[in-house]
């Protein structure tokens, strides 16, 4: 059989596409969606959670309102710590922790952490916390939920034990490390030098007891500052150094007559006394010396009352320039007479009205110097003892007291116008005046006895005496920058008054009297005054070292 060879062809795909009407499409096997049920499930679903978010919170807030009975009511503060709407643990433990924490103890740059263990310390917190009472305030669900709490104001006071004698022992242990240990100035008689005491700090351990205790029983300020007192430190004072001065005569074995007087301006002390062959004397009346150069303080004082408004001429001012410098009698005797409207004899005798003014009993002049004519003697309640005589020259005499008053009237006058000067003679003297005078004594420069025992630099406004079978003597106003002293001191031996070893004496009470107003620090090691700069020593040993040097 004969198959027709195109029954074996594949059938061609047509190339025309034929659209088939909507109506024949082949239908979609899925069931059709139900938007409207869609939208209510999602919102059955938000609400479900709503309301399960709403009862829930409901529900916490409920169990939480029947859980009050188990909290502090409002109000309620233990041991000074609020523990409102707390629970009786939440409680216990905001206690506890706040009581156990260190006290921080602060003395002055030291920190201390005290362990309110290490003194005993016991908290009693279950006892306050059972003194809580409970409320009796109704408050029903919808108030709680507004926020509202019941209220029961009650302060519970902290009651807690520890040991005040391990608190003081605790203390003083810090006390026994901090405490520096004060020491008393000390005069050192051998190198005539004072020494400042060193001030000490102890720890306050009595006022610090009650503060701790405070911060014990704080939970808020438990910060503590313990406190110091300064103790010992300081200068010797006036009398001790008097007693001392004493003391350094007796180790020098000066056996002469010395004499002194040293007036303090801060304090208005005075160290007056005599001692002769090693033992004190009676201090009045006053011992009579010769009057020598130092009687030239009071001429030129007579001097400067008399100028009017201290104009003085060239010629006059050179006489006082010659008179306190150079020491000179001729020019000192030319003040007398000019005191005396040029004549000698009304100068003497204005003089002695200037000392008896002025309460100097034991001052007078009777000659000018150098006088060979009968001296005016007179009597004086010095010269008539008759325990001591110093045979002082029968033309003029005075005394250390009545020299160191007349320099004390000076200083005053020219500080603040007060003093003898001014008491006795008013605006006859003006404080320029005054000034004037101390400025001429300054410019007298000697470098020894009282100049010698200070500084360079130091102004000394003095006048020194020294003669052939006289005593020596100096008598001076000291400016210094720990305060102003005046000092007058003699020195004077029966068989004769020799310079080189009494200078040394004179120089070393100048030197100590300097140090007592300007004290060394404490510790201060003095080095050996043989080794100190010549341009550091304020007597003629410099002159001296610095005159080698220049020859070298």
């Given amino acids: 059989m004969k198959i027709d060879s195109r029954l074996n062809k594949k059938p061609v795909k047509p190339t025309v596409k034929v659209e088939q009407p909507a109506s024949i499409k082949a239908a979609d096997p899925r069931p059709p969606r139900n938007r409207t049920n ?25 169990w939480r309102y029947q859980q009050l009975s188990n909290t502090f009511p409002v109000g309620t503060t233990v041991a000074g710590i609020d523990v409102s709407d707390m629970t009786y643990n939440s409680a216990l433990r905001q206690i506890t922790s706040s009581f156990e924490a260190p006290v921080e103890l602060v003395y002055r740059d030291q ?3 005290l362990d309110p ?27 709680f939920l507004q926020g509202k709490r019941p209220e029961q104001a009650q302060d519970i006071p902290m009651r807690a034990n520890y040991s005040n004698g391990d608190l003081m022992t605790y203390l003083q242990n810090i006390a026994g490390e901090v405490n520096e240990t004060a020491s008393p100035p000390i005069i050192d008689t051998e190198r005539v030098v ?18 701790v205790n405070q911060a014990l029983f704080s939970s808020t300020n438990r910060r503590v500052i313990l406190t110091a007192t300064e103790e010992g430190g300081g200068t010797a004072s006036f009398d001790q150094f008097g007693q001392s001065l004493r003391q350094y005569l007796q180790e020098r074995n000066v056996t002469g007559l010395f004499s002194i007087f040293l007036y ?49 001429l060239p010629y006059e001012l050179d006489l006082v320039k010659l008179s306190i410098t150079e020491s000179s009698n001729y020019a000192s005797n030319e003040m007398i007479n000019w005191i005396g ?62 020299m160191g008053r007349l320099l004390v009237g000076m200083y005053e006058c020219a500080d603040d116008y007060t003093g003898i000067l001014v008491e006795t003679y008013g605006d006859q003297f003006t404080q320029g005046e005054c000034q004037s005078m101390i400025d001429w004594l300054a410019a007298n420069e000697l470098g020894t006895l009282i100049q010698g025992g200070v500084p360079a630099g130091t102004v000394v406004a003095h006048k020194h005496a020294w003669a052939a079978g006289e005593p020596i003597a100096d008598g001076g106003l000291v400016f210094t920058p720990g305060g102003d002293y005046a000092l007058v001191y003699y020195i004077w031996y029966p068989e004769y008054t020799y310079w080189d070893e009494n200078k040394v004496i004179l120089e070393d009470i100048s030197r100590f009297a300097y140090s007592f107003f300007n004290p060394t620090p404490a510790g201060t090691i003095i080095p050996d005054p043989t080794e100190v700069p010549a341009e550091e020593l304020g007597s003629d040993e410099a002159q001296v070292e610095a005159e080698a040097e220049a020859e070298e």
């Fill in 38 to 62: 869609t939208i209510l499930a999602s919102i059955a679903g938000v609400l479900f959670l709503l309301f399960a978010g709403i009862f829930g919170y409901f529900g916490y807030q409920y």
């Fill in 111 to 113: 920190i201390y952490q």
């Fill in 117 to 143: 263990t290490a003194v005993g310390f016991e908290l009693r917190a279950d006892e306050m916390l059972s003194l809580v009472q409970p409320t009796t305030a109704q408050l029903d669900f919808f108030d």
């Fill in 194 to 211: 004072v020494f400042e005491g060193k001030s000490g700090m102890k720890m306050d351990v009595g006022s610090a007891v009650p503060l």
């Fill in 264 to 312: 303090n301006f801060e304090t208005d002390e005075v160290i007056r006394f005599h001692r002769f062959e090693g033992q004190e004397v009676v201090l009045e009346p006053d011992i009579a010396y010769s009057g020598m150069s130092l009687m030239k303080i009071a001429i030129l004082a007579e001097f400067y009352r008399q100028l009017d408004d201290g104009n003085g």
């Fill in 341 to 402: 409207d040029l004549n000698d004899s009304t100068g003497l005798y204005r003089m002695n009205e200037f000392f008896t003014a002025t309460g100097m009993s034991n001052s007078f002049l009777g000659g000018l110097y150098d006088s060979t004519d009968a001296p005016g003697f007179r009597y004086t309640p010095a010269n008539q003892r008759t325990d001591i005589n110093t045979f002082p020259d029968v033309y003029m005499q005075t005394s250390p007291n009545d």
